[in-house]
């Protein structure tokens, strides 16, 4: 009766968090309104198809940026968030023009077939055909195929990491042929993680403390508890051989202190073991940041920490950019 008692406590607890986007409402109704209105699109391609399951995604081009320029300027691809069964590009129109503007740089929101649609493998496939993508489209969309950068955010985040493991691996199940994944892996020059899940038992059992993993989608995302192991990016970094991890690009890791939702222990963790297997990375926490403020904010300048957030995203891809000339 105790237990029982004590997990009614948490999912109330949990619901009454989630009531707290409710604060958002005036930012979705922006958003909303920018993605509808004709005026904004000189900037932005809309449902551009990609991959073997006929992805959309939408491209947006800096303002100050021209075909004429001597060099194109690299790229974003930004993997939304959503417990691994929800999103949609067009919700992140916003950030991805701030990003944009913010970066100079080429933005690009794809979306991937969130559960029940797929599962993560079918997430990781997705994300690696928008890579492969990028790679035969930046001539005709003025950047540079040889310049990426993975940025996600929570189940994001791990996608963009498990899909840059799956690459250096060179994993069959992606389906892409080998020398196919190792230019592809090459291009990919940076992964920043924003409040990312990098050791999927460690979430669950924080979602158990939460009373939450029943309602989560995340071990249905995985097929079940007993594949766990297998979309893991801690497992599978710990696994890759050394000649594999020389492949890995440099990883950033901005993570808030206030993120209930997944604990900023993540990201310290991953840190840690990205450092132990002699992989570059930097690690951010960012005091008083939630869950969401992570994302939400990196959508409107006036939002509260939209210049903290974009400092350290600006600093990481301007020296990642200085390092690969």
């Known amino acids: 009766m105790l237990i029982n008692n004590i997990r009614i406590f948490c999912m109330t ?12 409402g005036r930012l979705y109704f922006q958003l909303k309104s920018w993605y509808e209105n004709d005026e904004n699109q000189k900037h932005c391609e809309k449902g551009i198809a990609f991959g073997r399951r006929g992805q959309k995604l939408d491209l947006y081009s800096p303002p100050n940026v021209s075909r004429l320029d001597e060099r194109p300027p690299p790229l974003v691809i930004f993997v939304y968030g959503g417990a691994w069964g929800s999103g949609e590009r067009s919700t992140y129109c916003l950030l991805a023009r701030q990003m944009c503007e913010q970066l100079s740089w080429v933005v690009v929101c794809p979306d991937y077939c969130t559960y029940p649609q797929g599962n993560v493998l079918g997430m990781v496939q997705d994300i690696a055909d928008c890579l492969v993508w990028a790679r035969e489209s930046g001539p005709k969309f003025n950047f540079d195929k040889d310049k ?25 199940e992606l389906f892409i042929e080998a020398g196919v994944q190792r230019k592809v892996a090459q291009s990919v020059r940076g992964v920043l993680g924003l409040s990312g899940v990098y050791n999927i038992l460690d979430h669950y059992e924080h979602e158990q403390r939460r009373a939450v993993e029943y309602v989560s989608t995340m071990h249905k995302a995985m ?67 939630n869950h969401t403020d992570m994302v939400t904010d990196l959508m409107s300048a006036d939002r509260h920490f939209y210049h903290p957030i974009y400092s350290c995203i600006k600093l990481e891809c301007r020296k990642l950019n200085i390092l690969h000339p």
């Open 148 to 172: 990426i950068f993975l940025i996600g955010h929570s189940a994001g985040a791990h996608l963009c990491a498990l899909t840059t493991l799956f690459l250096a691996d060179e994993r069959e």
């Open 13 to 24: 607890r949990a619901v009454l968090e989630s009531l707290g986007y409710l604060q958002y």
């Open 223 to 289: 097929n079940g508890v007993e594949n766990f192991t297998y979309y893991c990016p801690t497992h599978v970094l710990k696994e890759l051989s050394q000649d594999k991890l020389s492949r890995l690009p440099p990883f950033a890791l901005l993570h808030g202190s206030k993120d209930g939702i997944v604990p900023p222990e993540s990201s310290c963790k991953f840190s840690a073991l990205l450092s132990r297997r002699s992989a570059k990375v930097a690690l951010y926490l960012l005091p008083g940041l």
